[in-house]
């Protein structure tokens, strides 16, 4: 039976029309319009009908409860985890999900390099595959999360290499969690710093330190949270000795109706982040469309990315 | 057989110019191989001096440690208990050390670059002081925490000098995030490829670097006070570590950084000791001395054939001009046997002559040059592992090549001596020239 052609976004961007905005970082922040608004479908029957929109509602009416929970400018903890856990619910999403993604790495000395990449992702079940499809030379590469080990396949060798799933995927300062869920309410614990302005944007600057027990990539991570949406605009990743290792913004959020979701499933159209050690090194991620429709059953397996990949 | 000597040396000389010619043929394939010799033992030398230095000791107690059967780490916990075994059990040892092992991201304010990391304790370290040789800065400062030591292509690379600041950063094995700043202590000599992607760091701070304890190392560094020992000495210590309940793996012929995505691939968890050679351990360049000792061959063998031919050439002139002084000699009592070692003595001389002359010749040329301290191009530094072209005389390798091609032309001449000592003696005498 022939696959329905797939919804993507309407907003979305091609990777030339994005490359002219190459420069842009804070300026990006001053700019760009919040993108928040109610679900389209919003019912009461649907809302009785879906947990997932319980959350995001309930996150909606956090972000106007915020204001009566804190005073004099701060956040108490159980506002700061609340405002975490919206931002996991709403990247999460609870059936499959398929995204275009166009990567553009920057590095000092070299060529800019830039990948199309096809991103599979089941959360339920934690999956989650990456399969680049250009240029030439990376076409067919891919990695592949099997529970906690990330694998890494190169039709060139075609052998599997088993991968820390903190490693920079391809090379670019990108990293697994710019393409995944995350679980940030779960690992870190956050500390409010200031209210303040990011560009035009209030923004709340928050300082997550990881819980103990957790493996944590970035032990601390500051947030820039925009007070309007709930959205994270900036974030700085810490090592564990305390310098500062990669800066990115997230100045674009797009959102999508999930029908098993029965909510908005938002996602970060555009991420550019910038290597904080290595200061000429940055990389440019654009999730050129998303779709949300179910994927095949097996997809998540090494033969089907192999079979993909020849 | 003085006599057939005798002859056989003036009969070279009578022909002087033939001689000289062929002499000339044979001496200059000598040269060349004796050449192609040093270079090869010079590569080999620099290899061994550089691999011992940088990277491991005549043998290792090496090992990975997997916290979770899919993250496997080069390291060996509680050292000390395995290096008390090591000293008890070598009878030959000179001396052991531990050695850190790492991986990670060197960046100074212009550049960056990928490093191996040999995680030092100077104290314990007798031969780093008299290896190295430092073109900046001082070597004791290494001992100094926070402290790093560079070599010159590094520094030219990274744009530092001694007391610059730099920053290293590198994924745990735990998969954490970590970075450590670092001064350079000083910068030293190249020493062979190895040197241009290893450095130096006190263990302390590679330590630090890598999230692990003080009774954790990456290796540990057997040197023997006769090499020769490896084989009986590695079957010694790995009977004692597998007596004493560790799990020591199968020998492969690698360096342990390839071993790495096997062991990630296994499903097991906890400590493996492995036992590696200094010859395993730099077994990814081994290729550049299977080259150059591919090419002598192909060389050598191309030249002796044109010579083979050059020599039975001229011993079947040397035949025809001297048939009716075969056929004398005969008649006068002289067996078919010397007839034929008149004519084999006569190449071997000629072998014997041209080759010693050959060998000097290529000795010279190969001390000349190492004296010279010729720097290599970049490129070529692959194959020579030394920025500067280096040459090492090893006399069973000069003797053997000479030998060759001495018994190589002594056997041609076999062919055509046999004929000789065939021909009968009335037919000789009759011939006409």
Not at chain 1, 29 to 57: A, D
Not at chain 1, 68 to 91: H, N, Q, W, Y
Not at chain 1, 195 to 200: A, C, F, I, T
Request: one cysteine or more.
């Amino acid at each position: 039976m022939k696959r329905k052609e797939p919804i993507y976004h309407q907003g979305t961007k091609a990777p030339s029309e994005a490359k002219k905005e190459i420069n842009l970082s804070l300026k990006c922040l001053l700019k760009s319009e919040s993108k928040i608004s109610l679900p389209k479908r919003f019912s009461l029957v649907s809302w009785c009908l879906g947990g997932e929109q319980l959350l995001t509602i309930g996150f909606g009416v956090l972000l106007l409860l915020v204001p009566c929970l804190s005073f004099a400018g701060t956040l108490d903890k159980p506002a700061m985890v609340e405002i975490l856990r919206g931002i996991d619910v709403r990247v999460k999403s609870s059936g499959d999900y398929k995204a275009l993604v166009y990567i553009e790495q920057h590095e000092k000395d070299k060529p800019d390099v830039a990948r199309d990449a096809l991103v599979y992702r089941r959360d339920a079940d934690q999956k989650l595959m990456i399969l680049f499809t250009k240029p030439k030379t990376e076409a067919g590469k891919g990695y592949l999360r099997v529970d906690r080990n990330l694998w890494y396949y190169d039709p060139t060798v075609g052998k599997w290499e088993r991968r820390t799933d903190r490693e920079r995927i391809a090379g670019t300062d990108s990293r697994r969690q710019d393409f995944d869920q995350s679980d940030l309410a779960n690992e870190y614990d956050p500390e409010f710093i200031k209210e303040e302005k990011l560009g035009n944007f209030d923004v709340w600057h928050l300082k997550l330190t990881g819980k103990p027990g957790k493996d944590l990539a970035y032990p601390i991570v500051e947030f820039w949270v925009d007070e309007a949406t709930g959205n994270d605009l900036k974030r700085q990743d810490f090592a564990l000795s305390g310098r500062l290792m990669r800066t990115s913004y997230s100045p674009k959020w797009q959102k999508l109706y999930s029908e098993s979701k029965k909510a908005d499933l938002w996602y970060r159209q555009e991420i550019r982040i910038f290597d904080e050690i290595d200061k000429a090194n940055s990389t440019l991620v654009i999730i050129q469309s998303v779709d949300l429709q179910p994927l095949p059953e097996n997809i998540f397996t090494k033969a089907w990315l192999e079979t993909k990949s020849r | 057989m003085g006599q057939l000597w005798l002859i056989a040396f003036r009969n070279l000389l009578s022909h002087g110019k033939r001689s000289l010619l062929l002499g000339a043929a044979i001496a200059g394939v000598t040269t060349l191989l004796v050449f192609l010799g040093c270079l090869s033992s010079g590569v080999k030398k620099t290899m061994l001096e550089s691999a011992t230095t940088v990277a491991t000791g005549h043998f290792n107690v090496g090992g990975f440690y997997k916290v979770t059967a899919g993250q496997s780490a080069p390291l060996v916990t509680d050292y000390k208990k395995i290096q008390a075994i090591v000293e008890k059990t070598l009878p030959d040892l000179d001396y052991v050390t531990a050695r850190g092992r790492g991986w990670a991201r060197l960046v100074s304010d212009t550049a960056s670059m990928q490093v191996g990391i040999a995680g030092v304790e100077l104290a314990h370290e007798p031969m780093l002081p008299k290896v190295l040789k430092m073109k900046e800065g001082k070597l004791e400062d290494l001992g100094k925490p926070g402290n790093i030591l560079i070599f010159a292509s590094q520094a030219k690379k990274l744009k530092v000098k001694t007391g610059d600041n730099m920053v290293f950063s590198v994924l745990t094995d735990r998969g954490v995030n970590n970075t450590v700043d670092v001064r350079v202590a000083g910068v030293a000599e190249d020493m062979g490829l190895m040197t241009s992607w290893n450095v130096f760091l006190p263990q302390e701070t590679l330590n630090r670097l890598d999230q692990t304890n003080d009774s954790t190392t990456g290796a540990l560094l057997i040197y023997l006070k006769n090499m020769k020992r490896i084989p009986e000495d590695m079957d010694l210590l790995r009977k004692a570590l597998t007596d004493n309940g560790y799990t020591v793996m199968d020998r492969a012929s690698k360096a342990f950084w390839m071993k790495l995505q096997e062991v990630n691939r296994e499903e097991w968890t906890g400590q493996k000791l492995d036992l590696t050679t200094w010859e395993d351990e730099i077994s990814y360049v081994s290729w550049t001395l299977q080259a150059i000792d591919g090419l002598s061959f192909l060389l050598t063998t191309v030249l002796l054939v044109i010579i083979a031919v050059g020599i039975m050439n001229t011993l079947w002139i040397a035949i025809r001009e001297r048939t009716r002084e075969i056929g004398t000699l005969r008649a006068i009592g002289m067996r078919r046997r010397g007839v034929m070692m008149m004519f084999v003595l006569e190449a071997f001389c000629l072998g014997a002559l041209g080759t010693a002359a050959g060998a000097a010749l290529g000795c010279l040329i190969s001390l000349g040059l190492d004296a010279a301290q010729i720097p290599v191009p970049e490129g070529a530094q692959f194959f020579t592992m030394s920025t500067h072209l280096r040459f090492a005389l090893v006399p069973s390798r000069i003797f053997g090549g000479a030998a060759v091609i001495t018994l190589c032309c002594t056997l041609i001449s076999l062919i055509p001596s046999l004929r000789a000592a065939r021909m009968r003696p009335v037919t000789a005498i009759s011939h006409l020239s």
